[in-house]
């Protein structure tokens, strides 16, 4: 079946614009999370969904960075008034239930801000 | 707070060499720990897993035990092979399995390369 799917896989904005990430996750995994790595890092946990709801934002750098998931299978992020800084991979990965110890990863979408 | 500490690499060996990885972890509580691998151009895939102290997780010719006494979770291979080459993530879940958090805590990764 399909995994995890992202789009898009590259995306180069300037620095003060606005982007979406977006995220499909396998069909019928109720719990879907957002990390990012940057160059030569493992990746960082962003936000985790279970269902539509954000069950922990603990990872979210700062209020520039948003993510939602209305109706609890697709989500994107979305990151305000870039920065430098926000270059990365961002990840997503989802899993069957809360608690379930796999987590299925997407390819990642490659984020440059010149 | 919880964190993974594992060797930097490159780590480059011949084919057929015996292989170790080496993960160390902090964390409260009991938690889960896992390896992932990052073969070149592709996602990160759950290589191998273990959920309690002394578990032996194992795949693909791989495994690493449970160490509670050590904290460590190292990584072995008998053999290596070509194809064994990627990127080898650390990870941890607090609070065991089915616990209140279900984030990954990753470490910086191990580049492996193995040559004919």
């Known amino acids: 079946g399909a995994g995890v799917s992202q789009t898009p896989s590259n995306k180069v904005t300037e620095k003060g614009k606005y982007v979406e990430l977006r995220c499909d996750p396998i069909?019928?995994?109720?719990?879907l999370y957002w990390y990012r790595q940057s160059l030569g890092q493992g990746p960082e946990f962003l936000i985790y969904?279970?269902?539509?709801?954000?069950?922990?934002d603990s990872g979210l750098p700062n209020d520039r960075f948003f993510a939602v998931r209305p109706e609890g299978s697709v989500s994107t992020l979305k990151i305000q008034r870039t920065e430098r800084g926000d270059s990365a991979v961002y990840l997503c990965?989802?899993?069957?239930?809360?608690?379930?110890?796999?987590?299925?990863f997407g390819p990642g979408t490659r984020l440059t801000v010149l | 707070g919880d964190s993974v500490t594992q060797m930097e690499g490159p780590v480059t060996l011949s084919e057929e060499a015996f292989l170790t990885i080496n993960c160390t972890y902090t964390?409260?509580?009991?938690?889960?720990l896992f390896w992932y691998v990052q073969y070149p151009g592709e996602g990160l895939q759950l290589l191998l897993k273990?959920?309690?102290?002394?578990d032996k997780g194992s795949n693909k010719g791989f495994e690493a035990t449970y160490r509670k006494e050590t904290t460590s979770f190292h990584l072995e291979k008998g053999s290596v092979q070509v194809s064994d080459s990627a990127v080898y993530f650390c990870?941890?879940?607090?609070?065991?399995?089915?616990?209140?958090?279900?984030?990954?805590?990753f470490g910086t990764g191990t580049l492996l390369a193995v040559q004919p």
């Open positions: 990965a989802s899993s069957l239930t809360f608690g379930s110890a796999e987590q299925f």
């Open positions: 069909s019928g995994h109720t719990a």
């Open positions: 969904f279970q269902g539509t709801g954000a069950a922990d």
């Open positions: 964390a409260t509580g009991y938690p889960s």
């Open positions: 273990a959920t309690k102290a002394d």
């Open positions: 990870a941890l879940k607090a609070g065991g399995e089915g616990g209140a958090t279900n984030k990954l805590i």
